[in-house]
């Protein structure tokens, strides 16, 4: 594959994403209009649902944070120029910033002074995973500074175990309010040492909404945390209801045996991802699917 290629589909990802609501995660909204029986919910809910057709219309970017730019990749052992792939979402997303328009919002941590075109020290920054074949698989995350900010780490006590879990990813919902604009989507991740809880708890956003986990152990965790943390009342923007959250993704690693890490990861109603496979023939395979009205 060419690395022209790469660098155009990491730039129609980001576009994508930063404008169209993906079709699990608008499905979700609309669920949670039609269930939601707080008045004040429900027009928020609808406001956040027309805010999507109105973006989708004008091909405006959802959000006026457009966030940070995480690339996710999966790339086969035999896929050619994969050397290339940093250089092409460097490229790509200095397009993007000039072009969706992203807002600029890469700034170096001691001086203040903003790169202009979202690139920077590790930014955008680039997850990779070789994996067999010959493909390339390319998942973009759009992150908003409100969402982000809430982002969880506890340090258990292994004691504590999944009873203690429950508790922190509450806790930490509450914790958050109306800072992450919700309804929100939470990865949450136990386990591994503190980076590695972080990494698949951020990772679990990306999991389809609405789809039961494939083990039978964390689908139910998923359902009883999603449940729980909707009685909190929070309510989208924060203004009361019942939906405070859209849904739960759960993952974990193995533990050091004295170590119980529980991350959480707070996407805002806005969760803003794109996926794309390049085959090694060159040719390309859009993922994620959006919803018509
Ligand atoms: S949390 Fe999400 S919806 Fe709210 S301002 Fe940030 S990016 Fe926008």
Redesign the pocket.
């Known amino acids: 594959m060419k690395r022209e290629t790469i660098e155009e589909v990491a730039l129609s990802l980001i576009k994508e994403a930063a404008i169209y609501l993906p079709k699990d995660v608008k499905l979700a909204l609309k669920k949670a209009h039609k269930r939601e029986s707080n008045a004040t919910a429900k027009i928020q809910l609808k406001t956040i649902l027309a805010n999507i057709e109105l973006a989708e219309k004008q091909q405006t970017p959802?959000?006026?944070?457009?966030?940070t730019v995480t690339f996710y990749a999966k790339a086969g052992s035999e896929a050619r120029n994969i050397d290339s792939l940093e250089a092409a979402i460097i490229s790509a997303t200095r397009k993007a910033t000039m072009e969706v328009p992203l807002r600029p919002n890469a700034v170096d941590p001691f001086t203040q002074v903003n790169s202009g075109d979202n690139t920077g020290r590790f930014t955008p920054h680039l997850h990779l995973e070789i994996v067999k074949g010959d493909s390339l698989e390319l998942t973009v995350l759009l992150?908003?500074?409100?969402?982000e900010n809430v982002s969880a780490l506890g340090m258990l006590n292994p004691g504590e175990g999944v009873k203690g879990l429950k508790k922190f990813v509450i806790d930490s919902v509450i914790k958050a309010g109306a800072?992450?604009?919700p309804p929100t989507i939470l990865g949450v991740a136990v386990g591994g040492g503190a980076d590695v809880a972080m990494e698949l708890a951020k990772k679990a956003l990306l999991g389809p909404l609405g789809r039961s986990n494939s083990e039978p152990r964390l689908a139910k965790l998923e359902r009883e945390l999603l449940d729980a943390v909707n009685m909190t009342g929070i309510g989208p923007m924060g203004l009361g209801g019942d939906t405070t959250v859209l849904g739960v993704r759960v993952d974990y690693a193995h533990r050091h045996t004295a170590s119980f890490p529980v991350a959480v990861a707070f996407s805002?109603?806005?969760e803003r991802k794109a996926s794309a496979q390049i085959r090694g023939d060159g040719s390309v395979k859009y993922l994620t699917k959006r919803v018509a009205k």
Not at 62 to 67: A, F, I, M, V
């Open positions: 959802l959000c006026q944070d457009t966030g992150k908003g500074a409100g969402s800072q992450p604009c805002c109603w806005a």
